[in-house]
């Protein structure tokens, strides 16, 4: 799932056959992958 940046409405995308990445909404090229909330604890040593 990728969300517009322009309009912010959630994009499903499949790259391999995707000819070109654009919003189906709006038109805008540029989308941002979301990512899942989740928090990484890493240890220090």
Request: aromatic content about 6%.
């Amino acid at each position: 799932m990728y969300k517009c940046i322009n309009c912010g409405k959630e994009v499903k995308i499949e790259l391999e056959r995707a000819k070109k990445i654009i919003c189906p909404f709006c038109g805008y090229r540029i989308l941002e992958k979301k990512r899942p909330a989740i928090t990484k604890n890493v240890m220090a040593e």
